[in-house]
């Protein structure tokens, strides 16, 4: 079969034969793909989840190459498993495809997808394939193995706020993206867009942050074997939003001191380069999978050394504190209400988000 040629030419059931013939069997696969229904071994607790990433809404084909698709779709899975302290063992994916994509899309997706599997461990169990009418999604499906699971309830008042690595890259990536920067499958830059040329260093770590986030699996794995995390969440929707969810989960309020959010520095160094601040960009972008924790103050030197251990950061931005769900923000002894901002898929964009009504 030759690359360029649309995937509506082919048609399904070759299709089905060409990408199921990539696929390799893994560990605890008894029936992998071609049946009615894969079969797995896992346990004691069994972790599900799924993440769908559709054309238009969460990515667009000319700025996201299918290799790096392929990547992130199954890393924003994988981050949601992390963050209950699970393994992620096995994926299912579900693509729907316009009828004119070249089977070099797909493969290219499957590249993507096959070479994150290997990374982490995770077997490709099966999956569906249905045409669409002019948007790629890629719907997938992780489960894992769980025993010790970290939830977002949990958290006590008094509980630091704590987050891994740094904020706003996914973000600032994002808007190099709607100013024209490009990496090409190999993640490499193919196109600085606005940017001068002494600029183009914080491009490359902000648009893969975007386009092929790395959460910190293996940390969040490891929570599971230490008593120290009271709760967590990935940072998806961004801090702002998630910590109300988090705070919504665990019946609390807290406060940021934004001295001490870890804004990304290429983002910085990019923002700056364009008149912008990143702060907001780490405050309330989207996308950084880093995770969010509730932590007992005694328990963050014990935290940063398991941290320390998988090369993860930490940093404390406030606490958790009691109260209605709510944010503020800390200056001095002076607070300021928080109002968080959210992505919000079915509106468009950012929408400000309130704290659900109490029961
Ligand atoms: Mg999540």
Redesign the pocket.
Known sequence: MEPQTPVGEIGERALIRHLRSRIPSGPGVIVGVGDDAAAVETGPLTLV?SDTLVEGIHFRREWSPPRLLGRKALS?NL??VA?MAGLARYATVSLCLPPDIPLAFVDGLYDGLLERAAETGVSLVGGNLSASEDRVVVDMTVLGQGDHLVRRTGGLAGDLVVVTGTLGAAAAGLRALEKGARLDGDGDLSNRGAWPADAADGLVPCLRAQLDPSPPLAFGRALAEQDIVHAA?????GLSG?LLSLCEESELSAWIEPEWLPVDPCAAALEKETGGDAFSLALHGGEDYQMLMAVPPERVDALREVAGVWSVTLSVVGQFAPGAPGLSLRFGEAMRKLRPKSHDHFAGRERRREPAPEA
């Open positions: 989840t924003v981050s949601d963050a969440m990935d940072l998806s929707d998630d």
